[in-house]
């Protein structure tokens, strides 16, 4: 029996390539070029599968010329390059890779919010431009984190693993706003208290973002909802690009509204707002906070595990639409 033929989109590790090629008929990008929407349709051509990496766009176009397809496998927890209900609706699988990054990712943001609220990369840059010449009592004098307030928006794994972090490692004050309140018991372990976005923009020193890109979270943090915050508070963005409105950051950032961002996902990356760029109150990543070698080799092993799962016994690991392996009429694979 031949083998289901799939496409892995970016170049990944080179034993997982190989992982693959036993299983399936494989069409890998070891040179990591960077393929436009068209040039992904003509790859996919014929194929059973993809290996996404998170920026591919799998929509209702792709998906009506590639009629083979029948899994889309993200080697990222976001799926906002998915068009779920398009795939649904065609009957094609999307897994993503939660839970592996969880505590990397969560350990990223709370870099971030050192980097930036203790001004880490702004005292780098001073010494290494050789401006250094004495101490003086104020330099670089950022803000407290230790026993400070810390507002979560986005309450998923990443915000409950920075909540806990925050309660149980740095003695803060956790407030959390999400779109669903966690039960009792989950709120205690991370020792966070539920409140509304409004009073958590008020109260809290140092804002971390961990929300998902959707229609509904689109520019959540704009102009108003950092006129919120207190001039002394930091904002970290680890979720999505989008959720914040980078130029109104900038805004708020340049007349010192707030003190200072730390951000790894931006609108419209890998470009950055020009504004941001040119502000020294800003810590700027590019994307990076689940890049540990072992998440980056547990996440795109998941991805694999799922194509894997899914071609050989119907099962694979972190659905995200499951209704289309047993929906009715079946699905693309049955
Ligand atoms: C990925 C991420 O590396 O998992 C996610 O959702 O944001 C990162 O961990 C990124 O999506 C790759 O594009």
Known sequence: MSKPRILIARAIFPDIVERLA????????????????????????????????????????????CPDLRICANMAVGYNNFDLAAMTARGVLGTNAPDVLTETTADFGFALLMAAARRISEGERFLREGLWRRWSYDMFAGAEVHGSTLGIIGMGRIGQGIARRGAHGF????????????????????????????????????????????????HLIGAAELALMKPTATLVNIGRGGVVDD?????????????AAGLDVFEGEPRVHPDLLALRNVVLTPHIASATVATRRAMANLAADNLIGFFERN????????????????????
């Open 22 to 65: 036993r299983h399936f008929d494989v069409e890998a990008n070891p040179l990591d070029a960077i393929w436009t929407g068209t040039e992904l349709i003509a790859r996919l051509h014929g194929k059973q599968g993809v290996f996404t990496t998170g920026g591919e766009r799998i929509d209702e176009g792709l998906l009506a010329a």
């Open 171 to 218: 003695g803060m004050r956790v407030l959390y706003h999400n779109r669903s309140r966690l039960a009792p018991a989950r709120e205690a372990e991370c020792g966070a208290r539920y409140v509304d976005q409004n009073e958590l923009l008020r109260s809290a020193d140092h804002v971390m973002l961990v929300a998902p890109y959707t229609p509904a979270t689109h």
């Open 315 to 334: 099962e694979p690991l972190t659905p995200l639409n499951p209704e289309v392996l047993t929906g009715p009429g079946g699905t693309r694979n049955s």
């Open 247 to 259: 130029a109104a950051l900038a805004a708020a950032l340049r007349e010192g509204r707030i003190a």
